[in-house]
């Protein structure tokens, strides 16, 4: 049975012959990022100047313990020397990987280019044992800040200007509650070949920390996985760790399918200052790297966000709050491969209401430069 069909059969169910009964809110944002800066491609050497718009609207459903949330954007490219580009080329290849198409393609007009997308369709049930979702939803793994290895769902790009942006998973999700400190989830997700990827976790309170054991299946890959996460002794750190043994099928230089296996973790720490002042640190170590044309070549795998450049990574976030209107981070990632690069991402933020807010920010990486402006209206 295709997950898309059961995604119709419940929206109808749920919209017409309950809508009488329930509470429907709706919402809308839009996002303007102003972007100068470089390609990140290797082998394209140019700079642009491009903005981005991405008006989004969301209807909320809710009636007792069911919920639906449909959001949709329109996102339009401004900029010649951006959409012109490989870089522009190369973000179009990107797509979700579902059984039905959630973005149209892109219409080209001047010196622009727009499309429209479905960014989340899910509806379920919920009372104080369970959680039913099935549809274009979220998949959360992993307890990282900056890194979940064992996030093959919905990974962020932490080099992204919005690293939460995430492509939605066709899935059935089902989470029961044994009590008040465990639960066990169950998923099982569909890609654009109709091909199954199944999960589950048992996550549960140990005296210490909050521990969890996720499995993860496909005819692609596999992987068997840990998290923790618990405060040290009282003293405000909080410690966490996650870690997966990875199996899965990639393509090699030579265009051939193999079996790679490889074994991917954090470790990190957070402290929050009474001054303001919080800092994150973790360390990420892969016990296999990836070069540049492997993962072009791998494009669609599942473990893409797995497919690193070096063996060992160490990051660190530092945000401080100046006062209830202004705040700013770093975020700084070392490399430590022959090439020792390094990633750097300084930002401020203004919120000026609960409907606006500004952010200025820079990312700088292997010697390319990108500097943004961003404002969000909400109404």
């Not at 692609?220 to 840990?226: E, P």
């Not at 006062?323 to 933020?349: G, M, T």
Request: charged fraction near 20%.
């Amino acid at each position: 049975m295709i997950i898309s069909n059961k995604i119709s059969l419940f929206l109808f169910l749920l919209f017409f012959a309950e809508s009488l009964f329930g509470d429907i809110d709706y919402k809308f944002t839009n996002t303007n990022i102003t972007v100068a800066g470089d390609s990140s491609l290797q082998n394209e050497n140019r700079s642009y100047l491009y903005n981005y718009n991405r008006a989004r609207f969301y209807a909320n459903y809710v009636n007792v313990g069911y919920f639906c949330t449909a959001i949709g954007d329109a996102v339009n490219y401004y900029g010649d020397s951006y959409t012109g580009s490989n870089s522009f080329e190369h973000l179009k290849i990107f797509r979700s990987d579902t059984p039905f198409k959630t973005e149209t393609n892109f219409k080209d007009y001047g010196n622009g280019a727009a499309y429209a997308k479905l960014y989340r369709l899910y509806g379920g049930y919920e009372d104080a044992k369970n959680r039913v979702v099935v549809g274009l939803q979220n998949i959360s793994m992993g307890v990282g800040r900056i890194w979940t290895p064992t996030n093959v769902f919905n990974p962020k790009n932490i080099y992204a200007i919005e690293p939460d942006e995430t492509f939605g998973v066709s899935a059935l999700s089902y989470v029961r509650h044994l009590n008040d400190t465990s639960h066990i989830t169950l998923v099982a997700a569909q890609n654009r070949e109709h091909d199954f990827k199944y999960a589950g976790q048992y996550k549960g309170f140990l005296n210490f920390a909050d521990i969890a054991v996720n499995i993860v299946n496909s005819n692609n890959t596999k992987m068997v996985g840990y998290e923790i996460e618990g405060n040290l002794a009282n003293t405000g750190i909080e410690l966490r760790s996650e870690a997966g043994y990875i199996r899965s099928n990639l393509l090699h230089l030579d265009n051939r399918a193999y079996e790679e296996e490889f074994f991917q973790g954090i470790l990190g720490a957070e402290y929050g200052f009474k001054n303001g002042i919080t800092l994150v640190v973790e360390t990420l170590y892969s016990s296999k790297k990836f070069s540049y044309d492997e993962v072009l070549l791998n494009l669609n795998s599942d473990i893409l966000s797995n497919l690193v450049h070096s063996n060992f990574y160490t990051g660190a976030t530092l945000s401080y709050s100046f006062n209830l209107f202004l705040d700013a981070s770093l975020l700084y990632i070392e490399s430590f491969d022959d090439k020792n690069l390094r990633f750097v991402s300084p930002s401020i933020n203004y919120t000026l209401s609960e409907y606006n807010s500004f952010t200025l920010g820079a990312q700088m990486q292997n010697g390319k430069n990108n500097c943004f402006f961003k404002w969000s209206l909400s109404f």
